[in-house]
Protein backbone atom coordinates (compact mmCIF):
# COMPACT_ATOMS: atom_id res chain seq x y z
CA UNK A 1 0.00 0.00 0.00
CA UNK A 2 1.82 3.44 -1.01
CA UNK A 3 2.15 5.80 1.91
CA UNK A 4 -0.03 9.14 1.28
CA UNK A 5 2.88 11.77 0.59
CA UNK A 6 3.61 14.83 3.17
CA UNK A 7 5.53 18.06 2.03
CA UNK A 8 7.34 19.51 4.49
CA UNK A 9 7.82 23.41 4.23
CA UNK A 10 10.53 24.84 6.05
CA UNK A 11 9.44 28.60 6.19
CA UNK A 12 11.86 30.32 8.53
CA UNK A 13 10.82 33.28 10.00
CA UNK A 14 7.92 34.91 8.54
CA UNK A 15 4.86 37.56 9.45
CA UNK A 16 1.77 35.60 11.05
CA UNK A 17 -0.80 36.74 8.41
CA UNK A 18 1.62 35.91 5.69
CA UNK A 19 1.82 32.05 6.63
CA UNK A 20 -2.20 32.32 7.30
CA UNK A 21 -2.66 33.03 3.80
CA UNK A 22 -0.35 30.50 2.79
CA UNK A 23 -2.45 28.07 5.02
CA UNK A 24 -5.80 29.51 3.46
CA UNK A 25 -4.40 29.14 -0.32
CA UNK A 26 -3.44 25.11 0.81
CA UNK A 27 -6.70 24.43 2.22
CA UNK A 28 -8.18 25.63 -1.27
CA UNK A 29 -5.78 23.72 -3.34
CA UNK A 30 -6.50 20.40 -0.89
CA UNK A 31 -10.78 20.73 -1.06
CA UNK A 32 -9.89 20.90 -5.04
CA UNK A 33 -8.12 17.88 -4.78
CA UNK A 34 -4.38 18.70 -3.89
CA UNK A 35 -3.18 15.11 -3.66
CA UNK A 36 -0.02 16.00 -0.96
CA UNK A 37 -0.76 17.05 2.50
CA UNK A 38 1.37 19.79 3.86
CA UNK A 39 3.04 20.81 6.84
CA UNK A 40 4.60 23.78 7.16
CA UNK A 41 6.97 24.66 9.82
CA UNK A 42 8.01 28.39 11.09
CA UNK A 43 8.81 31.15 13.19
CA UNK A 44 6.77 33.86 13.80
CA UNK A 45 7.61 37.90 15.48
CA UNK A 46 5.98 38.27 18.44
CA UNK A 47 1.97 37.74 18.55
CA UNK A 48 -1.03 37.03 20.61
CA UNK A 49 -2.92 34.75 18.70
CA UNK A 50 -6.80 34.14 20.22
CA UNK A 51 -9.33 31.07 18.94
CA UNK A 52 -12.78 30.79 19.27
CA UNK A 53 -13.42 30.06 22.21
CA UNK A 54 -10.72 33.32 23.59
CA UNK A 55 -10.72 36.44 25.30
CA UNK A 56 -9.11 39.61 24.84
CA UNK A 57 -9.91 39.23 29.17
CA UNK A 58 -7.12 36.57 29.41
CA UNK A 59 -4.55 39.22 28.10
CA UNK A 60 -3.05 40.79 31.42
CA UNK A 61 -1.23 44.09 29.77
CA UNK A 62 -2.58 47.32 28.64
CA UNK A 63 -3.06 47.97 25.13
CA UNK A 64 -0.04 50.84 25.34
CA UNK A 65 2.29 47.80 26.62
CA UNK A 66 1.76 45.87 23.67
CA UNK A 67 1.89 48.58 21.41
CA UNK A 68 5.89 49.60 22.79
CA UNK A 69 6.18 46.30 22.79
CA UNK A 70 5.58 45.54 19.27
CA UNK A 71 3.68 42.84 20.16
CA UNK A 72 0.11 41.98 17.65
CA UNK A 73 -3.37 40.66 18.60
CA UNK A 74 -5.27 38.30 16.00
CA UNK A 75 -8.30 36.17 16.13
CA UNK A 76 -8.12 33.57 14.59
CA UNK A 77 -10.57 30.41 13.78
CA UNK A 78 -9.07 27.69 15.53
CA UNK A 79 -10.13 26.18 18.67
CA UNK A 80 -8.90 26.90 22.22
CA UNK A 81 -8.04 30.30 23.80
CA UNK A 82 -4.98 33.00 24.26
CA UNK A 83 -2.02 31.71 22.88
CA UNK A 84 1.58 33.61 22.21
CA UNK A 85 3.96 32.92 18.92
CA UNK A 86 7.34 34.08 18.80
CA UNK A 87 11.20 33.78 17.72
CA UNK A 88 12.47 30.55 19.62
CA UNK A 89 9.34 28.59 19.41
CA UNK A 90 8.55 26.66 16.14
CA UNK A 91 4.88 26.50 15.04
CA UNK A 92 3.61 24.28 12.84
CA UNK A 93 0.78 24.13 10.39
CA UNK A 94 -0.22 20.48 8.69
CA UNK A 95 -2.82 20.58 5.94
CA UNK A 96 -4.24 17.05 6.32
CA UNK A 97 -7.17 15.67 4.80
CA UNK A 98 -8.44 13.66 7.25
CA UNK A 99 -10.71 11.39 4.99
CA UNK A 100 -7.52 9.48 4.27
CA UNK A 101 -7.00 9.08 8.07
CA UNK A 102 -9.70 9.44 10.74
CA UNK A 103 -12.22 11.92 10.55
CA UNK A 104 -11.81 12.36 14.73
CA UNK A 105 -10.62 15.25 16.06
CA UNK A 106 -9.73 13.41 19.42
CA UNK A 107 -7.90 11.03 17.11
CA UNK A 108 -6.05 14.04 15.53
CA UNK A 109 -5.57 16.02 18.72
CA UNK A 110 -4.02 12.79 20.30
CA UNK A 111 -1.94 12.32 17.01
CA UNK A 112 -0.53 15.90 17.64
CA UNK A 113 0.58 15.47 21.20
CA UNK A 114 1.88 12.32 20.34
CA UNK A 115 4.19 13.83 18.39
CA UNK A 116 6.01 15.96 20.92
CA UNK A 117 5.44 12.99 23.48
CA UNK A 118 7.46 11.36 21.27
CA UNK A 119 10.16 13.19 20.27
CA UNK A 120 10.82 14.80 24.04
CA UNK A 121 11.27 11.13 25.14
CA UNK A 122 13.84 9.71 22.06
CA UNK A 123 15.89 12.87 21.68
CA UNK A 124 16.10 15.25 25.09
CA UNK A 125 14.71 12.04 27.27
CA UNK A 126 12.60 14.24 28.98
CA UNK A 127 9.21 12.99 30.17
CA UNK A 128 6.72 14.51 29.18
CA UNK A 129 2.75 13.95 29.27
CA UNK A 130 -0.81 14.52 28.83
CA UNK A 131 -3.40 16.04 31.21
CA UNK A 132 -6.59 14.85 31.29
CA UNK A 133 -8.90 17.58 30.33
CA UNK A 134 -6.41 20.01 28.30
CA UNK A 135 -4.66 19.84 25.43
CA UNK A 136 -1.47 19.80 24.50
CA UNK A 137 1.97 18.37 25.75
CA UNK A 138 3.29 18.99 29.59
CA UNK A 139 6.41 18.71 31.57
CA UNK A 140 5.70 18.86 35.45
CA UNK A 141 2.36 20.74 34.72
CA UNK A 142 4.09 22.99 32.64
CA UNK A 143 3.06 23.31 28.69
CA UNK A 144 5.85 22.83 26.31
CA UNK A 145 3.64 22.33 23.28
CA UNK A 146 0.27 23.99 22.56
CA UNK A 147 -2.14 22.90 20.02
CA UNK A 148 -5.17 24.47 18.42
CA UNK A 149 -6.94 23.17 14.87
CA UNK A 150 -9.44 24.41 12.44
CA UNK A 151 -10.81 21.93 10.50
CA UNK A 152 -13.11 22.13 7.14
CA UNK A 153 -14.64 19.66 5.26
CA UNK A 154 -12.07 17.42 6.87
CA UNK A 155 -9.09 19.22 6.09
CA UNK A 156 -7.03 20.84 8.60
CA UNK A 157 -5.55 23.91 9.14
CA UNK A 158 -4.00 25.85 11.72
CA UNK A 159 -1.87 22.75 14.57
CA UNK A 160 0.85 23.42 17.00
CA UNK A 161 3.65 25.94 18.70
CA UNK A 162 6.50 23.96 20.46
CA UNK A 163 8.46 26.19 22.68
CA UNK A 164 12.17 25.77 21.87
CA UNK A 165 13.84 28.94 23.12
CA UNK A 166 11.33 31.61 23.49
CA UNK A 167 11.35 34.04 25.36
CA UNK A 168 8.82 32.95 28.41
CA UNK A 169 7.79 36.41 30.28
CA UNK A 170 5.76 37.00 27.02
CA UNK A 171 3.90 34.12 28.45
CA UNK A 172 3.20 36.68 31.93
CA UNK A 173 1.60 38.94 30.02
CA UNK A 174 -1.54 36.73 29.82
CA UNK A 175 -3.81 33.84 31.08
CA UNK A 176 -2.41 30.76 28.21
CA UNK A 177 -5.02 29.02 26.85
CA UNK A 178 -7.29 30.23 29.63
CA UNK A 179 -5.59 28.02 32.17
CA UNK A 180 -4.35 30.12 35.16
CA UNK A 181 -3.01 27.30 37.21
CA UNK A 182 -0.59 25.64 35.41
CA UNK A 183 2.76 27.25 33.60
CA UNK A 184 4.77 27.20 30.82
CA UNK A 185 8.26 25.98 29.54
CA UNK A 186 10.97 25.48 27.13
CA UNK A 187 13.93 23.21 25.77
CA UNK A 188 15.87 25.95 27.17
CA UNK A 189 14.30 26.18 30.62
CA UNK A 190 14.54 22.39 30.54
CA UNK A 191 18.02 21.80 29.77
CA UNK A 192 19.86 25.02 30.06
CA UNK A 193 22.99 24.03 29.26
CA UNK A 194 22.23 23.05 25.75
CA UNK A 195 22.10 24.50 22.47
CA UNK A 196 18.93 24.34 20.20
CA UNK A 197 19.75 24.28 16.45
CA UNK A 198 16.09 25.31 15.43
CA UNK A 199 16.34 23.96 11.56
CA UNK A 200 17.51 20.72 13.06
CA UNK A 201 14.52 20.62 15.45
CA UNK A 202 12.26 21.00 12.63
CA UNK A 203 14.16 18.31 11.06
CA UNK A 204 13.21 16.08 14.32
CA UNK A 205 9.26 17.52 14.13
CA UNK A 206 8.97 16.49 10.49
CA UNK A 207 10.49 13.08 11.06
CA UNK A 208 8.38 11.92 14.48
CA UNK A 209 5.38 13.84 12.24
CA UNK A 210 5.88 11.56 9.44
CA UNK A 211 6.31 8.18 11.66
CA UNK A 212 3.09 8.85 13.94
CA UNK A 213 0.82 9.75 10.92
CA UNK A 214 2.69 6.85 8.52
CA UNK A 215 3.46 8.93 5.68
CA UNK A 216 5.90 9.50 3.37
CA UNK A 217 7.66 12.76 3.60
CA UNK A 218 9.32 14.43 0.72
CA UNK A 219 10.31 17.80 -0.35
CA UNK A 220 7.90 20.42 -1.85
CA UNK A 221 7.74 20.23 -5.59
CA UNK A 222 8.73 16.03 -5.78
Not at 47 to 63: A, C, D, H, M, P
Amino acid sequence: MTKHKLEVLDLGYKEYDEILNLQYDYLKKKQKGYRNDILMLVEHPSIYTIGRNGSEKNILVSQNFLEKNSIAIKKISRGGDIVYHGPGQIVGYPILDLNNYQKDLHWLLEKFEKVFLELLKQEFQIKAERISGLTGVWVDDKKITFIGIGVKRWITYHGFAFNVRPNIKYFDYIVPCGVNDKGVTSLERLLPKSYFNLSKIKTKISKYFAEEFKVQQIKSGD
